[in-house]
């Protein structure tokens, strides 16, 4: 079993406790599939620090005409938009495109078409609890819709009280 060396954290914030976080995990889970017509969220839970690596989704354009673009978003614990990016190719009417933001990635998507999988850059960023990451969609419609989305992320924890 690797072992993983750390160095203390000690943040503070609403919905941080107040214990340094010596501990890491790697999590990797599946986001639920939004409803038809919303963008995919992601928020973190309480007590946790989320140090994001990857997040990927598909997205399906309706057949609905209109100038779609596609992005990242990132919302503080209190719902305000802190960070947002977005690629400046417009999304076809019936396309269908998975996306990948990563922080290894710094080249912006010039065109997009059906089957591509593109990469976009991500921000290099500690997520705190209660804050949100997800995509964003300019422009979105009524019947467009992302799916099969997932992340990757470090996720710092604290002790446990009794140790």
């Known amino acids: ?40 969220l992601v928020t973190v839970p309480f007590g946790t620090v989320w140090d994001l690596q990857s997040f ?8 609905q005409a209109a100038n779609r673009t596609l992005g990242f978003q990132v919302k503080d614990q209190s719902g305000n938009l802190v960070y947002q990016y977005q690629c400046t190719a417009n999304v076809a009417t019936t396309l269908v ?3 990948t933001f990563s922080e290894d990635c710094s080249v912006v998507p010039t065109a997009l078409a059906t089957g591509n999988i593109v990469f976009m ?9 209660g804050w949100q990451f997800g995509t964003f969609t300019g422009t ?3 019947n467009d ?7 990757w992320a470090a996720e710092y ?3 446990p009280e009794d140790q």
């Not at 850059?121 to 609890?129: I, T, Y």
Request: overall charge negative.
């Open 140 to 142: 979105i419609q009524t």
């Open 56 to 63: 990927t989704a598909r997205f399906t354009a309706s057949a």
């Open 1 to 40: 079993m690797p072992e993983y060396n750390v160095p203390d954290v000690l943040l503070q914030g609403p919905q941080l406790l107040d214990r340094p976080l010596t501990r890491v995990n790697v999590v990797s889970q599946p986001i639920i599939k939004p409803a038809a017509g919303a963008d995919m």
């Open 157 to 159: 924890l604290p002790e």
């Open 145 to 151: 819709q992302w799916d099969n989305g997932a992340f």
């Open 97 to 99: 495109i998975t996306i």
């Open 121 to 129: 850059p991500l921000p290099r960023a500690w997520f705190g609890a």
